[in-house]
């Protein structure tokens, strides 16, 4: 009798959202190492809350600044440093920005690229709630800042799927944050920067219906990082081997790793 090879662990091959469903990403969701880092800590950390529990109303100011501040957070880091010009300049910063955005738009749909690492998530998040959640009620308020904080995290990178997903929302909501977020993604990057909440974007000017703004984008799919830019700053095509050009899907790259200047 012939034995039956085990199934492989899901997170061994990888997985695109565009050929998956909604019942797919779930499972591949919670099963991902990064969400169960997420939800250890916001466990964890509403554990030190109840051994030193901050009054409600502070519990409740803490949680309530996390949310509202949240936003804006990750619309600064995705404008002025996801899409900035000067990390690929870097040489040791190179990499972290190919493998946190750079990547992501070359190909949008692999879930694995999507979701971002513990090392680039984290110290934003950790600085964003404790300070304040100290602030407001001690190490209790902290400690309900950063579970708020992780959890919304958690909330944030399932709504990324969501847009990447092959898979129309019945939510007018959820509908008209897809289709704005694909617009950044497959039209014009310098504009939609926020993930769930486009208040920001209204506000700095970078909101667009895609109607409003007809031509694509030449550096939609390399965020600038062009075969001229990958001449003087090579780190990053060195990574990528290459640069890549056109639509993500059709993976043509065009320029192998520029060559190095003799010594």
Sequence with gaps: MKAVPEAAPIWSRSHYLNKMTLRELVVAYFQYYTIRTYLVIAALALGVALWSPPTLLQAAGAATFVMLVYPLVWYVLHRWVLHSQWMWKVPFLASTWKR???????????????????????????????PVGYAIG?????????ATGVLT?????????????????????????????MAHHFHDESGNYGITNFAWDRLFGTFYERIERPVRSATVFNLGYTEDVAAQYPWVARLSGGVASGHPRQRDRTVKEPERKAA
């Design 100 to 130: 946190i955005h750079y990547d992501h738009h070359q190909d949008p749909n692999h879930l694995e690229i999507l979701f971002g690492s513990l090392a680039s998530e984290l110290p934003p998040v950790f600085l964003m709630t404790l």
């Design 138 to 146: 001690g190490v209790g308020g902290a400690a309900v800042a950063l």
């Design 153 to 181: 995290t958690c909330f944030y990178e399932f709504c990324h799927c969501i847009q990447h997903l092959s898979y129309k929302p019945k939510n007018k909501w959820l509908v008209a944050m897809k289709a704005r977020h």
